[in-house]
């Protein structure tokens, strides 16, 4: 099962970086698959330990992906990478292992700690097409212009049935996105 969440991870320095990424799970293992280069894949290979962040705010997805990366944190309990405090959710991580990989190496984690801090109460349509859409700008470099316009013009449909102010502002971050890049590959 693949669950779309945002991984905290910290460098050297304490710096916290905050990374969109589907986290696969497998029993009790989590596993982290970032794409090189990355600050998340270099941040865990130092510290050893991660947050994944189970968060309903799709702000933070679509800020992440267009640049805005300063989210509240707080600390957590038992690691020293932070959480993310607009997080319904959180499950502190360490490093077990690696399976290497010249493009997405597999890192598999298991969680020292686990909280919930407000109740998820789902995701409308609006919430889940700005995912899907974030999805997209994080792979616009391998996916053509028509496929990305095909699969918007579809997520738009729900999108504009269910939005709220929240999404309409993530919603604009990610399509500014994706014309900026379609006017730098013109």
């Given at each position: 099962?693949?669950?779309?969440?945002?991984?905290?991870?910290?460098?050297?320095?304490?710096?916290?970086?905050?990374a969109p990424m589907g986290i696969h799970t497998d029993?009790?293992?989590?596993?982290?698959?970032?794409?090189?280069?990355?600050?998340?894949?270099d941040n865990l290979l130092e510290s050893h330990v991660a947050v994944i962040n189970y968060c309903d705010d799709v702000r933070v997805f679509a800020g992440c992906l267009t640049g805005r990366r300063d989210w509240p944190l707080r600390?957590?309990?038992?690691?020293?990478?932070?959480?993310?405090?607009?997080?319904?959710?959180?499950?502190?991580?360490?490093?077990?292992?690696?399976?290497?990989?010249?493009?997405?190496?597999?890192?598999?984690?298991?969680?020292?700690?686990?909280a919930n801090h407000a109740p998820f109460k789902g995701f409308n349509r609006a919430q889940y097409a700005v995912l899907e859409a974030a999805i997209l700008v994080s792979r616009l470099g391998?996916?053509?212009?028509?496929?990305?316009?095909?699969?918007l013009a579809y997520l738009r449909i729900g999108f504009d049935k269910t939005a709220g102010a929240r999404?309409?502002?993530?919603?604009?971050?990610?399509?500014?996105?994706?014309?900026?890049?379609n006017r730098t590959k013109s």
């Open positions: 099962m693949i669950h779309e969440t945002l991984v905290t991870t910290h460098n050297e320095d304490g710096i916290a970086h905050i029993g009790d293992e989590f596993i982290i698959l970032p794409f090189r280069p990355s600050a998340t894949l600390e957590a309990e038992k690691i020293s990478t932070p959480v993310l405090a607009c997080a319904l959710a959180h499950t502190e991580v360490e490093l077990l292992r690696i399976e290497d990989n010249p493009v997405r190496p597999k890192l598999f984690c298991s969680a020292v700690h686990s391998m996916l053509s212009p028509e496929k990305i316009a095909s699969e999404e309409r502002e993530a919603w604009d971050w990610l399509m500014t996105a994706i014309d900026d890049h």
